[in-house]
Structure formats: C-alpha cells, structure tokens
C-alpha cells in the first residue's frame, strides 16, 4: 500500500471547477491523489470543517522594484513573499522592470539576484518594457519568452515608463508572433498631465486631487485605445487594475466585438472609494494609487464584474510605501504634494482574505470562483500549469481555511514592511490556517515555518484560456447572524 508524505483529511475542497469533500493526498510535492479516506501517511493534517483551496497567484504585485525618484519599496522578496505566504497566497509574479536604457537581460539578472535565497514561496517575474529605443530590445525578447518570461506590462502614462502608441502596437505585435500575454496599464497621460498642471495652477495639492487629476473618463479612453491596438493587431491583451464601471463597458464592449481582452480588478476597488483620499491631514497619501479608488457606485460595478465573469483575476497590485518614511509617502513631509507621493498600496496578505469574506461568506461570488479569481486563472493566463489547482500532478500548493475565524486587519498582524494598511481595524471571517508550498508547511497558525529562499523560481509556459469558476457551487460557509 502506498504510504503518502501527507494526506489533508476531510476538507471542503474547492477548485475552480467544483466544491467537493474529500481527503487530498502528497507525494514529493505534487498531489498524488484525490479521494475518501487515503492512507497512510507520514503526516496528516484533519481538516475537517476547514476549507481548502489552491495556494493563491498573486500575478501583480511590486517587490524590491528600483525607482527613478528616490522613493522605495517597502518589501524585498523576503517580506513580500512571508507576508503573501501568511495571506494564502503560494505563488507571486512581480515586475522585473526595465530602467530606461537597460537591456533585458540585464534587468532579469537584478531580479533573479534580488530573488535568490530570499523568497519563501515559488515566484516568476513578468517584464515591465518602458523603453525599446534599441533594436536589441525586441531581439532579445523571443528568447526571454522561451525561458519563460512569457508576459510583459506596458505603461500609457508615468513619465519614467510610458510607451507611444506605436511602441505598444510593436509590443502587442511580438506578443502575438510569439505566443505572450501583454499587460496593459491603461491611462491616459496627456489627460493626466492637463488636469494636474491645472490644479497645482490653483494650489490643489492634497492627496484627494490625485484621484480627481485622474478621473475614470481617462481610463475609459485609455482602456478603448488599449483594446483597438489589440483589435488592431489581432491578438489578446490584459487591462491590468481596472477601477470603474466604464472602463469595464469598455471591455464588455470590445469583447463583444469578438476581441479576447482579459481583465484584471485589485481589493483596493472593491474595499477602498475616493473619500480615503480625502481623509485627515496626509492620511490619504495611504490609499494613493493608480488608477485611483473611485465612488461607491463604481465600487460596486466592480463587485458585479468580479461576480458576472468579467473580471479574470484579481490582484494585489502590492506596492508598498511607508507612510512615516522619507523614501515612502510623505517624502516632502505632511504636506507631500499628490504629485511626489509615490503610488500604490500594500496589500499581498490582505487580497484572499478579503475576499474570501467579504466575496464568498457574503454570497457575492461562490467558492470556485474564487478559486478562479485569486489562482486558477492567473497559472492559466501566465502560463503555471502546476499552479492553481487541485487536480493530480499539480504542485501541492494548498492553503486550508478556517473559514470561521474572526480577524480584525491591523498593520500590526501583516507581514509586509510598509508601516501601515488601507484596512486598518476591518474585520473579516475566514484566515488561512495552514499554507503549502509544494507539499511542505510555510505558516501554520501564525508561525512561519519556511526559510528564505526555499521559494523557486517558476519559468512560465505561454498563456491558456482561463476559467470561469462556476457561480452554484453551493458553498456559503455557515450562515451568520
Ligand atoms: O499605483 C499603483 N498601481 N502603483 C503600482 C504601479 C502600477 O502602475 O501598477
Ligand atoms: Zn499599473
Ligand atoms: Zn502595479
């Protein structure tokens, strides 16, 4: 009889195909199979009344990047990957980002030494191309994408990063030839640049005025731009962070025009709206990001996006600063005008948790396609077909959920280095228990039980189709009072 390395015993077992109750069984790292009362085993987790899915992909998010102002990421690889290990998530693929001027293979050796003996769960990096002006740029590509870096993010705006128009039809026209997935961050700049060149004019340099110098109408039109060069091309794009209800008519439009455009939506849109930039004093430097949070109706055509399958994936988008720091969000001290606060939000531990409770115990979405949100979609769409699953053969990346745990979000419980979270003092039902990666224990109630650098680089295979997860798989964990 075969003895198993580990068998999960008795779990509700979501994928992103079904919800199901059995036992799962582990044999160097993969999951060797699927079934009722397997054994024995050299160890045997009882997750009974638990639930239990793939080990989240957290497919954009922002570790040890460079940046071109002074400004610095609150995480490196170490504390990005613990904290999105003690979130649920097994898996990340942050953004080796090419600094103007830099070759390709340069930029993917900084991230591999940043990586290196530092990561405690497998990780893959997609490009960030923000300049092609040499021709050895494109030529380098082919080959980055056969080894595995088969995704690359393209800019509309930021000055330091932005591509033309043009650049993007080449990029999305190599993507194409070669079989890649091109990100697009959708914005329109010139837009940006009037409206903020405005309101510094008039002395309007609160965080508030960052969300209001980048209204959804610029993402609405940068959005359409970014899917009529796809169209133009005739290949597929993904519409990364998404915020607002228009640029989401935006891809229903273009889908409907037959075009394959995938989309992604971050928690900060579902959890966050433009009154906490609007906060006390500098606090809202804390939710600046881009695109901005929007208003409650937006909000909840986001939620309606996530439900109805429009959304593919969502992502963390962590991009942690600290506030309290000279190189974070008050770099010229309280009164950091919006347009020297450097963007984005922390947030790798908090995006399964929050929308585990808020999505599935709330009845919003169902457990698979929550499966499908936080991992399935994203190992499809970029290319790990180990990843985000629970199928025999898949690496045995398992997260098990105390589905009634009770946690109020402080920074003080996260493991990531920024010095605070947007959802300081939520609460939410549902934490993670105990995370796997490839069959061994990263955290157990709380406890790392990983070492820096057991995490493995992932070299990516080219896109699949991703799934939906289906709506009616009964799970809504018990009902609450
Ligand atoms: O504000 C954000 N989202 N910062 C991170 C960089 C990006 O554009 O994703
Ligand atoms: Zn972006
Ligand atoms: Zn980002």
Redo the contacts with the bound molecule.
Sequence with gaps: MTRYDLVIRGGTVATAADVTTCDIAVCDGRIVALGEDLGPAEEVIDARGMVVTPGGVDA?C?LDQPTSDGSRFADDFASGTISAAFGGTTTVIP?ALQMRGQNLRDVVADYHAKAAGKAVIDYGFHLILSDLTRPEIMQELPALIAEGYTSF?V?MT?DD?KLSDRDILDVLDLARREGAMTMI?AENTDCIAWLTERMLREGKTAPLYHALSRPAAVEREATHRACTLAEIVGTTALI??VSAGEAIEQIRAARARGLRILAET?PQYLFLTIDDLGGPGAQGMKC????PPRDKANQELVWRALADNTFDILSS?H?PFSFDDAAGKQRRGPDTPFTHV????PGIETRMPLLFSEGVLKGRIGLSRFVALTSANAARIYGLPRKGSLAVGADADIVIWDPEREVMITNGRLHHRADYTPYEGRMVTGWPAVVLSRGTVVCRDGALLARPGQGRFQARSRPLTPATGGAADGYRGRPRG
């Excluded at 600046?288 to 695109?291: D, F, G, K, T, V």
């Excluded at 450097?342 to 939000?345: H, L, S, W, Y």
Aim: net charge neutral; glycine share 4%.
């Design positions: 954009h922002h953004f993010k800019y930021y990063l961050h990364v962070h971050c600046i990001c881009s695109p988008d991009a450097p963007n984005g939000v």
